[in-house]
Structures are given as C-alpha cells and as structure tokens.
C-alpha cells in the first residue's frame, strides 16, 4: 500500500467513532451497482452491538481531511470475531434492490402511467423506504433523463424496483448531437448530511479532463485489453452491422416499439455504438484521484497510442488499513463516432 504525508480514516456508525485498527475496502463497482464497504474493526466495543440496517458513515482523510464523506452505506452483514467485528454495508440502492425489499407489480388496475420515470423512483422512495422521519435515499439530486423516459404502458411482474428503474433507463439514449450518443446511469451523490440517488449522463470524451494521469504524476502500473462487443443487432424487423468484425461477429437482439424498420435501425445502431464505447478495459493503480467521481473524464499521459487519450471512469476501488491505501482505476475506450456509420449499409 501507498504511503502518504496524512491519511486519518474515520468510521462512525450510531453516533460510536473509530479511528483505529481498521482495514477493509471499498468498491464503487459501477454499471448501476450499489457501492460497498468491507470493514473488520479490532475494537470488542462492536461486538455485540445490534448494527443491521444501521447507517456507517466513514471518511478516508487520504492527502487532507474530507469535507464529505468518502462513502456512506447501511449495514447488511455483521460477523463478530475474537477481537473485533466484520461489518459490511451498502449504500442507499440496497433497499429498494433485495429480495427484502418491497416488490413492485405494475398491472392493468395498479400502475405509473402518466409518471416518468424519476417521477416515480421519486414516489416509491418516499411513499416506502423514506418513513418514519429516516432518510435512507436522498432524493435531492433527483431529475429527468433527456429524453425523459414515460412509464405509461409499463406492466411488471413482481421485482425489485431497483431492477424496473434500470431495465427503463437503458431507454435513455440522449442523441440530440446524433454524432456523439449518450447514456445515463445511476450514482449515489453525498451532500454532507444524506446520499442522494441521481441519473448522470455520460460525458463527452471532449469535456475538459477531472484528473490528470502519467507515470510521472499519478500511475503507478496500468493493465489494458481489448475485447469484442457486439458489432450485429437486429430488432424492429431492421439489422445493422458495424465493421467487418475482425475480432468475430458477436450479435444482440434490441427489443422496442418501433413505427418502422427505419426507427428500429436507428435504434439498432446506438445501442451497437454504445457498446463500442467500452470495448477496452484499462485499469491503473494510482496515488491519487481517488474523490473522483464515477463517468468523470481522466487523461492518460503514457507511451500507448491506443490510449493516451481521454477516457471515462468506469470503477474504482480502495483498499485501506494500518500500512495506508491502495487505490485503483478502471477506465472505458473513446467512442466511435455515430456518423461514420449511419449510412453505412
């Protein structure tokens, strides 16, 4: 691990702080995951103490003191041992993502018709998990995609609404620069008192770089692969294909109402060229960054043509304990740009 001039973690969990003999990790996996904390604690003070579904609040002070903390969760598994105790929590998104939670059934007679949907994240939020005074998903960050997604006709066996919203937000293509499509996904955003459950759009690979990266500044090692999205889908009655495949044609079906083969096709070449947009992996190990925020944009400064570039942040990881922090990165590939391809076939 990393050594560095001030690193003075904290943990607080029912008003009880620690400071001391700590070491775990922290996974903020991405891909609409929940973010999760791994702790073991060597202070017989928690042994015993009824900590499920309570809040842990921890902050890393890694180079500085936190304003906000570094990750906010709620307990989920508790696991005493001789001298101290296993804890792991989860952020806000595990309430509304278990087979525990509330299930939603969407029917003919029980529905979100006229909602879009932040609108009803926003209502089976507060209407079941926000009750009783307790807030354990903030929802001030909360807003519409563009487009804004409807759930009118949207119909659901009984599930997890976690899993409902992220099925629908695979809608949310903003193609208003037809050259550049974007996607959102879903983040956990800390203000200070509450973490707050948002949309985030990707970013452009053009947008000004968070984080600055070379082996001179930052990087410590870095691993990079290439692998094969899918280059064929077909949908609507319509078919697209991308290239020639030289890494083998791998296809995805598209599902969707479409008013014709010329709007499913359309719709066909996003979803492929989206995939093109994470058809590498890089990962690097780092001594810094580790506040920035998932799908910010980072700069490699390295000898590798294929990837000093600019690039978005996928995942990111942290592991800490008594020798200091290891901290690493995954990133995504540029994309491909829309219109070389829009008339291709």
């Known amino acids: 691990m990393t050594q560095n001039t001030y690193y003075s973690p904290r943990l607080i969990i029912k008003n009880t702080e620690c400071t001391s003999g700590m070491s775990g990790s922290i996974s903020f996996p991405g891909n609409n995951q929940a973010n999760t904390l791994k702790i073991n604690i060597n202070d017989p003070g928690f042994q015993h103490a009824r900590l499920f579904n309570e809040e842990l609040i921890f902050y890393l002070n890694y180079g500085s003191d936190d304003s906000v903390p570094f990750f906010r969760g709620f307990i989920k598994n508790i696991a005493p041992t001789d001298t101290g105790v296993s804890i792991t929590a989860i952020d806000g998104r595990s309430f509304i993502n278990s087979k525990d939670s509330k299930m939603v059934e969407l029917t003919d007679h029980e529905n979100y018709d006229g909602f879009t949907l932040a609108a009803f994240l926003h209502d089976y939020i507060n209407t079941n998990i926000n009750i009783n005074n307790k807030t354990y998903i903030g929802l001030d960050g909360l807003r519409d995609t563009y487009p804004s997604i409807s759930m009118s006709g949207v119909r659901s066996k009984p599930s997890p609404a976690y899993t409902l919203i992220t099925n629908e937000l695979k809608k949310a293509i903003d193609d208003s620069d037809v050259e550049k499509p974007l996607n959102y996904f879903i983040d956990m955003v ?112 390295i000898e590798e043509e294929d990837i000093d570039d600019n690039h978005r942040v996928t ?5 800490f304990g008594p020798q200091g922090v290891k901290f ?17 076939h």
């Open 190 to 301: 800390e203000d200070g008192n509450k973490s707050n459950i948002t949309f985030v759009k990707q970013k452009q690979l053009t947008t000004a770089p968070s984080l600055y990266l070379s082996f001179s500044d930052g990087i410590l090692s870095y691993k990079y692969k290439r692998r094969a999205p899918a280059n064929y889908a077909t949908g609507g009655g319509s078919k697209f294909t991308y290239g020639s495949g030289p890494l083998g044609t791998i296809g995805m079906s598209v599902e969707g109402d479409f008013k014709d083969k010329n709007e499913a096709r359309q719709e066909l070449i996003k979803k492929v060229l989206l995939q093109y947009h994470e058809s590498d992996e890089i990962t690097l190990e780092c001594t810094k960054g580790h506040d920035i925020g998932l799908g910010s944009i980072v700069r490699l400064n």
């Open 328 to 344: 690493s990165l995954s990133l995504n590939k540029k994309p491909i740009i829309l219109s070389d391809y829009i008339h291709a």
């Open 315 to 319: 995942s990111k990881n942290i592991k």
